[in-house]
């Protein structure tokens, strides 16, 4: 196995228990404890005949036995191990019987990682799915045991030689952001790349207005860039180990290293290796772009208004984030979360009022996705950075802080294209990140990590800073969302040498001001938005609208877009009239002469 470049593996070790007995306070190990001490009358079991008498043998024994012998009996009844909580788990219908089976698993494998391939053996010698069961489990109505099962599949998935199967994939990394958006109430509400995540935008609205504003391909539509459909290959090479930049591990790093992200074997499969993942990537940004997700049922068409009802928190939610971060250190498993769009999902929370503990974690899968150079490059068409740039302003635990860094860091080094890495640092630039690393050198800072990421973002913002053009400046305003009265939008010298270049890109930047307009409520985005579109891509009407707003400064620059539109279509249509009263009088001309 590669080393995290931790000098000593007996440490992880040590590391590693110590952080699961730190995590004891979080509430499903805390009522694993519990659950612990109400030992289950297996004999009751065996004289109602639901388990058999070879179960029953082995289930009291295992529970009976200390580490030592545990080990001993697993060596030589490996097959039956597995058999007999499988049946265990198929037959048994009471909560509270599953959930000490499912705490007896998990600390079997706890104790010996390897053991994750007694399932995998016994699932192929019976040529059945190893996933099957534990599956099925995650439909239960008991978030215990959900979650403990949950954390159950995670281990053997990241812990087997083998990869998960790509279905079963699927529906697990579902069932993981689903139980995410508990914390938030999504609402049919989605985050468009480039807007806020304070801005969320109604899909059905959106799909509607981008369905007249964008074309899509002769095979394509915005029902057919769902999201399970992408179909990926050409996969980059692993990025397990997520650590292998040189030089000493400080103290914060090796926390972060083994911090909720425990010992990983190697997997030397290549199950994934065939994947294309570029293509399917794009198609993802491009359907988020266009907003082209189902809305509620409950909401209303055409309801733009920010509906955050408030609806009891996911109490597993520091399990569930733990679960997603042991699946985000394996490569081929990140490109899978984001085909379920779960980018967009871990920004919602982020978004969302959430306790530290939960930005750490979140964050953290953030930072591992951004090891892998491809999806380091598409990352900030999530709008990542102003988010995090939030976060990073409200900050005051240190772990998050350094988080955060690392991932500002990675946005800048990770990406094999210069140009993007550019564009990451002009968003930080924009989003004020030079002004929060500014606040932290002010402080006394004992974290070498900390500090060393500060100094290598203030020297490439400041850099960056140096070639910032006033396009770059403009164009880096309007994807972030956040519009305000830069000096650029009333330069007049800014329009007439930088006017053509907002067609560029398909229309880029004008379709993102008329997405502005048709679905932020902020009167100062607004009121930027329609002093800059004009007549484009249809923005007249949506400028027309805002006529009636109540704010008067969103009147008054809708008003000027108008005046605008008129003047240039009063213009145009004297130059016809002139051209038409030209061309017969050429035409009389040429006739004399000839």
Same mark, same amino acid.
């Not at 190990?29 to 388990?51: F, G, K, P």
């Not at 090796?254 to 290796?273: E, S, V």
């Given at each position: ?39 289950v009358n297996w004999q009751s079991y065996l004289q109602s ?21 545990? /080990? ?22 009471? $909560? ?45 109505? $008991? ?87 992408l179909i990926f290959d050409g996969a980059q090479p692993n ?173 800048? /080094? ?38 060393? %990421? ?77 002093? %800059? ?46 051209? /038409? ?14």
């Amino acid at each position: 196995m590669t080393s995290l470049v931790l000098t000593d593996s007996s440490q992880l070790t040590s590391d590693s228990q110590h952080l699961d007995m730190l995590a004891a306070t979080s509430v499903l190990q805390h009522q694993a404890t519990e659950i612990r001490t109400q030992r289950v009358n297996w004999q009751s079991y065996l004289q109602s005949q639901m388990i058999s008498q070879e179960d029953y043998n082995f289930i009291v024994s295992f529970d009976n036995a200390d580490s030592a012998t545990r /080990e001993s009996l697993l060596k030589d009844n490996r097959n039956q191990c597995a058999k007999t909580f499988l049946n265990l788990l198929g037959h048994v219908s009471k $909560d509270q019987t599953i959930q000490y089976i499912l705490i007896m698993i998990d600390d079997m494998l706890q104790e010996d990682r390897s053991r994750v391939e007694i399932f995998r053996e016994h699932a192929a010698k019976k040529r059945e799915s190893v996933w099957g069961p534990f599956l099925n489990l995650l439909n239960r109505p $008991d978030g215990f045991i959900m979650n403990m099962t949950s954390k159950i599949i995670a281990k053997i998935a990241c812990w087997s030689q083998e990869l998960m199967d790509r279905s079963d994939l699927h529906f697990y990394l579902t069932w993981l952001k689903d139980q995410l958006k508990q914390n938030v109430s999504l609402g049919g509400l989605h985050i468009p790349p480039h807007i806020s995540c304070s801005r969320m935008t109604p899909g059905n609205q959106l799909a509607r207005l981008c369905s007249k504003l964008v074309g899509f391909g002769p095979d394509q539509s915005p029902d057919s860039l769902s999201a399970p459909d992408l179909i990926f290959d050409g996969a980059q090479p692993n990025l397990r180990h997520v650590t292998q930049a040189p030089g000493p591990v400080t103290a914060a790093k090796k926390k972060d290293m083994l911090d909720l992200l425990p010992y990983i074997p190697p997997i030397n499969h290549d199950f994934f290796n065939n994947l294309r993942i570029d293509a399917a990537i794009e198609a993802l940004l491009e359907s988020n772009l266009h907003g082209v997700q189902e809305s509620s049922p409950d909401s209303a068409p055409g309801d733009s208004s920010e509906t955050h009802e408030e609806i009891p928190t996911n109490e597993y939610m520091q399990s569930v984030a733990r679960c997603l971060q042991m699946m985000m250190r394996i490569d081929e498993y990140r490109f899978a979360f984001v085909a379920v769009d779960g980018i967009s999902t871990l920004l919602a929370v982020l978004s969302s009022r959430v306790n530290f503990q939960i930005q750490y974690q979140l964050i953290f899968c953030l930072w591992v996705l951004t090891f892998n150079p491809l999806l380091a490059e598409k990352m900030n068409k999530f709008n990542v950075i102003p988010i995090m740039a939030d976060i990073l302003s409200d900050s005051v635990k240190e772990k998050v802080t350094r988080i955060i860094l690392a991932v500002f860091r990675n946005l800048i /080094e990770k990406p094999e294209d210069s140009q993007v890495s550019k564009e990451h640092c002009i968003a930080m630039v924009q989003c004020k990140v030079l002004k929060q690393l500014n606040i932290l050198e002010q402080r006394k800072l004992d974290d070498e990590d900390i500090v060393e %990421d500060i100094d290598f973002l203030n020297e490439r913002l400041q850099a960056s800073v140096q070639d910032l053009s006033s396009f770059d400046e403009y164009s880096t305003e309007v994807k972030s969302g956040r519009l305000e009265w830069s000096p650029v939008h009333k330069s007049a010298k800014f329009w007439r040498e930088n006017a053509p270049r907002l067609n560029e890109k398909n229309y880029e930047l004008l379709r993102i001001l008329i997405h502005l307009l048709d679905t932020v409520k902020d009167p100062l985005v607004l009121s930027v938005a329609s002093f %800059d579109i004009g007549e484009y891509l249809g923005g007249k009407q949506l400028v027309m609208q805002l006529l009636a707003h109540d704010d008067p400064n969103v009147r008054y620059e809708a008003l000027l877009a108008v005046q605008k539109l008129m003047v240039h279509n009063w213009e145009y249509l004297g130059r016809q009239l002139e051209k /038409e009263h030209t061309q017969p009088a050429s035409a009389a001309t040429g006739t004399v002469k000839s």
